[in-house]
């Protein structure tokens, strides 16, 4: 079973701070997503990153794939309060068989205090 | 362009009863993954169809749970004789086409009360 450790599960900050969400595995995975979640909506997709090393940038989101595919980090900078929300990553396994299942990691709850 | 449509939104069924879960997948899109989302855990894959077909289908449940995806029309997920532990947020995603599963673009979801 290929699991992904998303932490921290929840994060409190205020409005211009900076924060950074990890996501670890001891699997390799083709490709990570990183979505978002509103409460009562499914999750919206913010990025993909497939290549080990790769680097996104979406505004103020910074998403980074790691060298070895094993890991992904989203750092936001200058959080504001429309940042609030469910952060979730998700993994294709590089190693499976089934090329559609993505396994979520547990979520991140971002609340950004004005 | 519409995206992915999940209906109904709501869906209230007593203990022994069918829920029928109905997904549009977004124009274009040929492939449908279903996931379910229980109060307090993540999202956890239950199966991926293609037209007429069923890919995989290992994080559904041995009973009770069916899936299909026909020529024609939505992708259904079907539950007989629900238990209360069948109470969850049911996710359709659809991806365009082979080698881009990647891309899975998700419905707002159907939220499955069993009472």
């Known amino acids: 079973t290929q699991l992904l450790e998303q932490s921290p599960q929840f994060l409190s900050i205020q409005e211009g701070e900076n924060l950074t969400v990890y996501c670890n595995s001891s699997?390799?995975?083709?490709?990570l997503q990183w979505y978002r979640q509103e409460p009562g909506e499914g999750p919206v997709l913010l990025v993909t990153v497939v290549t080990g090393g790769e680097v996104k940038k979406l505004k103020r989101l910074t998403f980074q794939f790691g060298d070895a595919r094993k890991d992904s980090s989203l750092h936001i900078t200058a959080a504001q309060p429309g940042d609030t929300g469910l952060y979730l990553c998700?993994?294709?396994?590089?190693?499976?068989?089934?090329?559609?299942?993505?396994?979520f990691g547990q979520g991140t709850i971002l609340t950004v205090h004005p | 362009n519409a995206g992915v449509m999940q209906n109904p939104r709501h869906l209230v069924r007593r203990r022994g009863q069918e829920a029928r879960l109905r997904c549009s997948p977004m124009?274009?899109?040929?492939?449908v993954y279903w996931y379910r989302q229980l109060p307090e855990e993540g999202l956890k894959f239950m199966v991926y169809l293609q037209k007429e077909n069923i890919i995989d289908e290992s994080g559904m449940p041995k009973e009770r749970f069916s899936a299909e995806f026909p020529k024609e029309g939505p992708s259904i997920l079907r539950i007989q004789q629900v238990v209360r532990g069948d109470s969850a947020a049911y996710f359709c995603a659809s991806s365009p086409q082979a080698g881009r599963h990647h891309e899975q673009y998700f419905g707002p979801g159907t939220r499955l009360t069993v009472t």
């Open positions: 124009k274009g899109h040929s492939h």
């Open positions: 699997s390799v995975f083709s490709s």
């Open positions: 998700a993994g294709l396994y590089a190693g499976g068989t089934s090329y559609g299942k993505l396994t």
